[in-house]
């Protein structure tokens, strides 16, 4: 059973950094050459609808919001199936909980594991 945790968050004041980590177990973190999955971040303010931020696939290529371009980083670590999200020159709008996303992108066969598996989110507060 494929499962994803995400960590890292935490409180820091404006200009600050934090890395947020994401562990994908139980199956190849990309898939195979039938079933193709992305890694990705969202972010979800309160009162506000869960947001894009990052995504970054078997490649390395990586894809981000504009509100962070510039700031953030994502990464990887194929030999621990684990991602990493590097915040920097953060600020009060970036307070958020924090999701990891193992997404289903391409099909070109029979795939068992579910289409999009979530994290249970980290939460980052950024001060002013």
């Known amino acids: 059973q494929v499962q994803v945790v995400d960590s890292g968050g935490g409180s820091v004041q404006a200009g600050g950094s934090l890395r947020l980590s994401c562990v994908v177990s139980g199956g190849a973190a990309f898939g195979n050459l039938f079933c193709i999955y992305t890694i990705q971040w969202y972010r979800q303010a309160p009162g506000k609808e869960r947001e894009f931020v990052s995504s970054?696939?078997?490649?390395?290529?990586?894809v981000y919001a504009d509100s962070v371009k510039g700031r953030f980083t994502a990464s990887q670590d194929n030999t621990k199936n684990s991602f990493y999200l590097q915040m920097n020159a953060l600020n009060p709008e970036d307070t958020a909980m924090y999701y990891c996303?193992?997404?289903?992108?391409?099909?070109?066969?029979?795939?068992?594991?579910?289409?999009?598996?979530w994290g249970q989110g980290t939460q980052v507060t950024v001060s002013s």
């Open positions: 970054i696939d078997r490649s390395g290529i990586t």
């Open positions: 996303r193992r997404e289903r992108t391409r099909v070109r066969g029979p795939c068992t594991a579910p289409s999009s598996v």
